[in-house]
Structure formats: structure tokens, C-alpha cells
């Protein structure tokens, strides 16, 4: 079969592998579709944490079942996405539902190789049911997942000024599921493109460029004074992650779902008078699965709006390094192998 690999930072190459063969425990699928995520962009840009090269990328996947063992209620054919985290069972994160971070995970197309192949072999037991959606639907239950688990880490009540820094795709599921939990959402970006999509594709009431305005003031303004009580950080921008405290109410939560390599650092005064909680946010749990998957089904969140770009298989070697180009106006690449 053929498979596409990252071989160093900047360069890919299609290599003819073997299919997988059936094994204890595993199920294969017959990869539809693959979604592009920044995580696939910084490894390509060689500053993806946790990543070693060659690699074969793509994570966010779906796919039709075509052989399985040990997964009880699942069909032959039927489509099916799978939580791509794959964890021991046994660590102590393990042992406190807290697979998403095992402390030996390893991650589909970060650890281990991804799902840019025709076929991928993975454990019976994250499996995940189509439910009836589509494969492009189903492909963006991953991302979606990381947003929803940011949402459910944080505690969001309903009535709460939610600031959700980064209109990336993590972004901007975030600000979905932040709705749905009830919050005033404000999505901040330094992309006017972003921030419009914001407010016509997902009706955010409030959008600030901080390149553009003082934020903290756009913020307080917004606020009546108190600031959020919530800030969810989805950028992994070093210089973001360190603002992101003037922005947060006191007794507020400060939540980071985006990852970069360095250090960061605020202000302990700052921090401290306001008795913030942080906390990080990784990957998603079956339980954020099923509730982007019924959220989907509700209605309440329309997974295509995010689909700017298509391609082949067949044209991702030549196509990937334009989506790096803020130029091209990409929020989600969406990669089709033939049905």
C-alpha cells in the first residue's frame, strides 16, 4: 500500500509499505479521509514537541471498517473514526480515566505512525461508532474532541465571559462547545480573516485583534469591569500563553490547550492576587467523543463550515507547504482517499 512520510522537517515522500495484517485485539480500516491539523503542520515545520523523524502524520481520520477482532457491536464496513491516543491501561493516569494522558502514550502521527496510509491497524477498543455521519464528519470528531475536553476541563457555567485566545481549528471548537456550555464566548486572534469567520460562521458576539487594540481594555469593556472568568489559550504562541493572565477575572480559570517547546513565565503577583487556577488540557477522552458526536447529530455544531480546502492523497507531497502561507486562508485541509 502506498503511505506518505515525513521524512525530515520540510520534505515528504510516498513509499510503498506493507498492508497491515490482522492481530489480537486490533482492527484495520480503510482510510476515507484525513483531516490536517496544526500538530501535522509543526512536525512538518520541525517544531512539533514529542516528535521524532520519519514519521507518517495524520491523526484526525475515518474510515470504513474491514477487519477487527475482540470489538463487540461493530461491523464489517460500517463507518468508524477511533480515539487516536494510544494508552497503556495501566499508569496511574490510566487507572483515573484519564487516558488521554497516560504517562506512556503513545499519540496516532506523533509517537507512532499516523494515518496518512490507505490502511492503519489500531486497537479494538478505540474504536469509535459512525453514528450515521459522514467520513468528513467523522474526521473532525478528533479536533473537535480537544476543544470539548478544553471546555469540560475549565467547568464553563452557563452566563460566563469564556475568552478563547487562537482561531485555529482547535480554536474555534473550543468557542463551539464554550457555546454550548452556555458561555458569552470572545475569540481573540491577531488574523482579521479568523476573527471574521468567527463571527459569521460560529455568531461570536465578540472578537478583539490585540494587534489592532489595547486587549485588556477590549476585554474589560466587554466584561463591565470584571474581565473572564475563563481564558483558554489554543494558540501554543509562546508570547500569548504569557498575556493570557491580564486577561483573567480574579478567581478565574486559565486553561491551555495549545503546546510549545519553551518555558513560559508570568508575573506571580499577577497570578497570585487573582488566585487563579491553570490547568492544561491534552488530547480528549471517549466521553468528549460521544458529546461531539451527539452535538453533531443535534445540530449544534456543523463540522463542514470548517473544511476551507480538499485534496487527493495523491497531491498532499506537493500541496502541504502552501497551507503554512496565511495567504491560502485555511482553517481545516481536508485529505480524500478514493471512496
Known sequence: MKSLVCTIPGSFA??????PVPAKDHAIIKIKRIGVCGTDLHAFRGTQPYFSYPRILGHELSGELVEFDNAPGFEVGEAVTFIPYFNCGVCIACRSGKSNCCVNIQVC???ADGGMVEYLSVPSRLLVHGEGLTYDELALVEPLAIGAHGVRRAGIQSGEFVLVIGAGPIGLGTMEFARIAGANVIAMDVSNDRLAFCREKLKVTHTINPAETDAAEAVSAITNGDMATVVIDATGNLKAIEGGINYLAHGGRYVLIGLQKEAFSFSHPEFHKRESTLMSSRNATREDFEHVIT???QGLVDPKTYITHRVNFDEVSSRFESWLNP??????AMISHAD
Open 14 to 19: 510516498y513509499q510503498e509499505m506493507e498492508k
Open 109 to 111: 502521527g506523533v509517537h
Open 295 to 297: 452535538s453533531m447529530k
Open 327 to 332: 495567504e491560502n486562508k485555511v482553517i481545516k
